[in-house]
């Protein structure tokens, strides 16, 4: 008899694979059976659907990563060290499970409605840090969310343009540009001083 939470994991990451290679809505329960090596109707022994599918994927993980970086911000102090091992542990996950990120694009913008209020998300766990930052001291006041925005998108686009052959090498191998340009972006001390030194 084969074990269900194996049986599921193995569900989780054919689904994952054929999701992120063709797309959710071209992927069907049948193609994620015969990926995983299971009867199709094993699937809905584990979701309801697709859907639930779908849902439970994105939501797992998309709080799950959230926990991670609130856990990372909580052992490191500074806000340019905090950037720097939270884009680290992102790029590693890019690297490490393109998949996973690739779903992630493709699903957020219609299921983070979803979300119940209140839940941690990655880009609340990013405007924690930044607010905690600005109360500090560290940076100037600012619009948090703006500051959010900032520095997901310097993060972010890297990452798409890899998806799609753009930029080569491993995400990882950026770690050091991408974490000062966020920290230049929020108005970091090295930023301040510049700006200071050009006036």
Same mark, same amino acid.
């Given at each position: 008899?084969?074990?269900?939470?194996?049986?599921?994991?193995?569900?989780?990451?054919?689904?994952?694979?054929?999701?992120?290679?063709?797309?959710?809505?071209?992927?069907?329960?049948?193609?994620?059976?015969?990926?995983?090596?299971?009867?199709?109707?094993?699937?809905?022994?584990?979701?309801?659907?697709?859907?639930?599918?779908?849902?439970?994927?994105?939501?797992?993980?998309?709080?799950?990563?959230?926990?991670?970086?609130?856990?990372?911000?909580?052992?490191?102090?500074?806000?340019?060290?905090?950037?720097?091992?939270?884009?680290?542990?992102?790029?590693?996950?890019?690297?490490?499970?393109?998949?996973?990120?690739?779903?992630?694009?493709?699903?957020?913008?219609?299921?983070?409605?979803?979300?119940?209020?209140?839940?941690?998300?990655?880009?609340?766990?990013?405007?924690?840090?930044?607010?905690?930052?600005?109360?500090?001291?560290?940076?100037?006041?600012?619009? +948090?969310?703006?500051?959010?925005?900032?520095?997901?998108?310097?993060?972010?686009?890297?990452?798409?343009?890899? +998806?799609?052959?753009?930029?080569?090498?491993?995400?990882?191998?950026?770690?050091?540009?991408?974490?000062?340009?966020?920290?230049?972006?929020?108005?970091?001390?090295?930023?301040?001083?510049?700006?200071?030194?050009?006036?």
């Amino acid at each position: 008899m084969s074990d269900p939470y194996e049986t599921r994991a193995r569900i989780n990451q054919a689904a994952l694979n054929l999701f992120a290679e063709q797309g959710v809505e071209a992927t069907t329960t049948k193609d994620i059976a015969k990926a995983a090596g299971i009867a199709e109707g094993t699937i809905y022994r584990h979701y309801v659907s697709k859907d639930d599918l779908v849902w439970d994927l994105f939501s797992t993980n998309y709080v799950g990563f959230a926990d991670r970086l609130d856990a990372l911000a909580a052992e490191h102090s500074g806000l340019k060290f905090k950037l720097l091992v939270v884009i680290r542990h992102f790029c590693e996950l890019f690297d490490n499970d393109p998949a996973l990120y690739r779903f992630l694009l493709l699903v957020q913008h219609r299921n983070l409605h979803r979300l119940k209020a209140g839940t941690r998300t990655p880009v609340l766990a990013m405007s924690d840090i930044i607010a905690d930052a600005m109360q500090a001291g560290e940076i100037p006041e600012q619009d +948090v969310n703006l500051a959010t925005a900032f520095v997901l998108g310097i993060v972010m686009q890297p990452a798409t343009f890899h +998806v799609y052959g753009r930029l080569g090498g491993k995400m990882v191998d950026h770690v050091p540009a991408l974490a000062n340009a966020a920290y230049n972006a929020l108005g970091g001390k090295a930023a301040q001083d510049s700006a200071e030194n050009a006036a």
